[in-house]
């Protein structure tokens, strides 16, 4: 089976299509960064570093220094897909991200989003 091609895609290009759906609900891109930093475990300079290198996502999510263990209390359904059963661990992460992206654009509190165990 053939990956999908988000593993290839790289995360500067989604990443501006993050911020700018942030920016339209009235969310800053410092909060996409902090969701993404706590997510992954990168520092800033780091996530700029990624950003910079054009890092797909697949080597995104491998490179991650320290993928945050709350990050299995997000739930619900991003795309259609109810996140708590995508299967293949990559694919897992990335709609993790999505759906905190979409929580965010939504208006949700960052310590909601933000999820402590």
Not at 32 to 37: E, K, L, N, T, Y
Not at 51 to 74: H, V
Request: with cysteine; net charge neutral; hydrophobic share 40%.
């Amino acid at each position: 089976m053939a990956k999908h091609r988000i593993y290839t895609t790289s995360v500067a290009s989604v990443y501006r299509l993050y911020v700018a759906k942030a920016e339209r609900k009235g969310r800053s891109k410092a909060e996409v960064d902090q969701i993404i930093c706590w997510l992954t475990g990168y520092d800033q300079p780091e996530l700029d570093a990624q950003l910079d290198q054009q890092t797909d996502f697949e080597t995104f999510f491998a490179r991650a220094p320290a993928l945050n263990p709350a990050r299995s209390l997000i739930t619900g359904v991003i795309c259609g897909v109810r996140v708590e059963n995508v299967e293949e661990p990559t694919m897992r992460e990335i709609r993790y991200l999505d759906k905190l992206i979409d929580e965010l654009a939504r208006g949700k509190a960052m310590d909601k989003i933000l999820r402590q165990p």
